[in-house]
Structure formats: structure tokens, C-alpha cells
């Protein structure tokens, strides 16, 4: 027997749960059985599905999130980096200019949401983040403005909005980012609270920064007149 083969026929024998498939991947893998696959072949294609049910459910295709009792829980470590990261990409987006910082925040909120992917203890904080994408995210695509490029800063590009909608998009944000703040600070158990607290401030930011705007604004408006 060829080594390649004898490898991945071991492979196919190892103890992974076969409720780990997908329906399609069973359906193919019974419907290629003895009778139309000869048994050098069905070791291989045993092996590729069970291997690729785990890599389609690490990355969550029903966008709802996958949730392990394995991970670590709770961490200093992860909270801060999480705080960190939205800190700086908040900064990112203000200054990008007012029509771009929504699509931005959209993209802000999403990217915290699959840093916590997988963490079961920060479910409530993964809720909080897609909550902001989805509905940021809505009030963007309802308001885009065609006839404006798209604005790249680092490795992502940011769409525009039509200017007489960031009235809306900022109250629309501002709203969001309230309701998520809420659901942070009831956390569920004691020992979430004193990190959803430093992750509700740190989603505050996006308020100030918005009012900030709003502020600078105003000051230019007054060097005008």
C-alpha cells in the first residue's frame, strides 16, 4: 500500500463525532458508498468530510456565531485587546471624514464581533457588536452615495454615504450603540460584569466621537460666517 494512501485511510478511522457533518456532506458520503466507490477510495472521501465539517463550523456559516465550551472563558488578556482594538479603530474612522465614518463603524463593530467568535463567556458581548453591525450596517446600505468612491485607509475600503443622511446615520448609531451598552451592563453573571463595563466604555467612544464631529463642525461653520 502506497504511504499517501495508508495515511489518510488512518485518518478516516480516527475518533471524530460523524454528528459533526453537514447534511449535504453525509448525503455525498452515503450516496458514494460501496457500491459505486471502490474500497481504496472510500478512506480518502471519509477523510475529507469529517476534516472539512470543522473547518465550516470554526468559521460560523449561518453568521449567528459558533460557541466552544473548551475556550478559556473570561480574561484580562482578551478583554483588553478587544478594548484596544476598538479604541483604535474608532480613531480610525474619525478620521476619515463624516460621510465614510458609518460604513466604517459598521466594519468596527463586525470585526469585534468575530474577535469574540467562539467564547462562550462573551456571548452577551458578541450579541452587543453584531447588533451595532446589523443595524448600522442596514442605515448604510439604505443611504449609500453612488456617486462617491470609496475611501481606503490601511487594508479596507469604506463606502459613502449621501451627506443629507448622516443626520440619520448619527442618531441611528447613537441608538444602536445605547441599546448594545444596555445589554453589556446586564451581564448575567458577577464575574462578566467588570468586563462588559470596560467594553460598554469602550463602545461609548463611538458617541463621543460623533458629537465630537458634530462640534467641529459647528466650529467651521462659525469661522465661515
Same mark, same amino acid.
Not at 495508508?6 to 485518518?11: A, F, G, P, Y
Given at each position: 500500500?502506497?504511504?499517501a494512501l495508508?495515511?489518510?485511510?488512518?485518518?478516516a478511522l480516527?475518533? /471524530?463525532p460523524?454528528?459533526?457533518?453537514s447534511?449535504?456532506?453525509s448525503?455525498?458520503?452515503?450516496?458514494?458508498g460501496?457500491?459505486?466507490?471502490s474500497?481504496?477510495?472510500?478512506?480518502? &472521501?471519509?477523510?475529507?468530510?469529517?476534516?472539512?465539517?470543522?473547518?465550516?463550523?470554526?468559521?460560523g456559516?449561518?453568521?449567528?456565531?459558533?460557541w466552544?465550551?473548551?475556550?478559556?472563558?473570561?480574561?484580562?488578556?482578551?478583554?483588553s485587546?478587544?478594548?484596544?482594538q /476598538?479604541d483604535?479603530?474608532l480613531?480610525?474612522?474619525?478620521?476619515?471624514?463624516?460621510?465614510y465614518?458609518?460604513d466604517?463603524?459598521?466594519?468596527?463593530?463586525?470585526?469585534?464581533?468575530?474577535?469574540?467568535?467562539?467564547?462562550?463567556?462573551?456571548?452577551?458581548?458578541?450579541d452587543?457588536?453584531?447588533?451595532?453591525?446589523?443595524?448600522?450596517g442596514?442605515?448604510?446600505?439604505?443611504?449609500?452615495d453612488p456617486?462617491?468612491?470609496?475611501?481606503?485607509?490601511g487594508?479596507?475600503?469604506y463606502?459613502? /454615504?449621501?451627506?443629507?443622511?448622516?443626520?440619520?446615520?448619527?442618531?441611528t448609531t447613537l441608538?444602536?450603540?445605547?441599546?448594545?451598552?444596555?445589554?453589556?451592563?446586564?451581564a448575567?453573571?458577577?464575574?462578566?460584569?467588570?468586563?462588559?463595563?470596560?467594553i460598554a466604555?469602550?463602545?461609548?467612544s463611538?458617541?463621543?466621537?460623533?458629537?465630537?464631529? &458634530?462640534?467641529?463642525?459647528?466650529?467651521?461653520?462659525?469661522?465661515? /460666517?
Open positions: 500500500m502506497r504511504p495508508w495515511i489518510v485511510q488512518l485518518l480516527l475518533p /471524530i460523524l454528528p459533526a457533518l447534511r449535504e456532506r448525503r455525498l458520503l452515503f450516496r458514494l460501496p457500491a459505486r466507490l474500497p481504496c477510495l472510500l478512506a480518502p &472521501v471519509a477523510a475529507l468530510c469529517l476534516w472539512a465539517a470543522p473547518l465550516s463550523a470554526q468559521h456559516d449561518d453568521g449567528r456565531g459558533v466552544d465550551d473548551d475556550t478559556e472563558g473570561l480574561s484580562e488578556r482578551t478583554t485587546a478587544l478594548i484596544r /476598538i483604535r479603530d480613531y480610525a474612522c474619525y478620521k476619515l471624514g463624516e460621510v465614518y458609518f466604517c463603524y459598521r466594519q468596527t463593530f463586525r470585526k469585534a464581533a468575530r474577535s469574540l467568535n467562539g467564547q462562550r463567556d462573551y456571548r452577551p458581548a458578541f452587543a457588536m453584531k447588533l451595532c453591525e446589523t443595524r448600522v442596514a442605515a448604510v446600505d439604505a443611504n449609500l456617486t462617491q468612491q470609496r475611501q481606503r485607509a487594508f479596507a475600503t463606502a459613502a /454615504i449621501r451627506p443629507e443622511a448622516t443626520g440619520l446615520l448619527r442618531r441608538a444602536v450603540v445605547e441599546e448594545a451598552e444596555t445589554v453589556l451592563l446586564r448575567p453573571s458577577p464575574a462578566q460584569k467588570p468586563h462588559f463595563q470596560k466604555q469602550a463602545l461609548n463611538t458617541k463621543v466621537l460623533l458629537r465630537a464631529a &458634530v462640534l467641529d463642525l459647528r466650529l467651521w461653520l462659525k469661522r465661515q /460666517i
